[in-house]
């Protein structure tokens, strides 16, 4: 299925009093770009979350942010730095000596002076690295998801103005069928205006009619314009990725229909190419989203 570049998804997984979220979100972009944000002492597993990202997306700037909460026992020491206190016991009660203060101080007070108490996680790598791919792979499939119900929507919007393109490319070639015929028309009448009847070179009249005939012959123009929105079309029944290769095709539509509109020398045709870049330039703006 194709899937849009933007996308969100957000996982959740708990575990004995172990909390894993994840977030990831994207944006459009040339090139996969994937940005881990992740607590320090987790460093160790980031490599295997951007690989189990990549597996999914092949285009996008990617942005995941992972929190982790460990309200359980498992993998917490406390630790007191018993010297630092009696240094700090010693220093107060003299300070009370010399001050005449009385010296009132309890463990709780001792306990909250600065790096008494220190809390160490001693983690089990392993536990946490499979407990917190629970929360990534969770996160992953709601961000696919959105990115796929986007990437449809994206689709629909430009089928439907694929199938206006086309339209208007019919009335283009209606409109130049008839092209060299009224120039002939004009010409003879504007010829008869300005010479006297029967004084008309018919050889100089014919080469005009066949250099008009040749510099606003537009036929090479639509068969292939005709055969890019034909392979568009088929295109957008694939799977992603695409976007690189629909990019292509557009700019290849956008060249065929300005080189109708700078040959063909009808204001019919001038407005239907008009109606036709209009349409272009939208779904430009739409495939720059499309993974």
Known sequence: MIKSMTGFGRGKYENDGRTYTVEIKSVNHKYTDINVRIPRFLNSIEDKIRKRISQEISRGKV????NFENYSNKGSTIKINKELA?????????LAEETNIKFDLNVIDISK?????????EEDEELISTELMNAVNIALENFVEMR??????????IERRIYVIQEKVENIIKYSSTLVEDYIYRLENRVNELLKPGTVDEDRLMQEIVIFSDKSSIEEEITRLKSHVSQFLE??????????KIDFLIQEINREVNTIGSKA???????KVIEIKT???NIREQIQNIE
């Open 148 to 157: 796929e119900i986007e990437g449809k929507k994206l689709i629909e919007d």
């Open 63 to 66: 942005d995941v942010f992972v």
């Open 113 to 121: 002076l600065p790096e008494i108490l220190k809390i160490e996680d």
């Open 235 to 244: 295109l957008i029944k694939q799977s992603s990725p695409i976007g690189k």
């Open 86 to 94: 009696k240094e700090y016991i010693k220093e107060l009660k003299s």
């Open 279 to 281: 349409e272009v330039e």
């Open 265 to 271: 020398n009808c204001l019919d045709i001038t407005n």
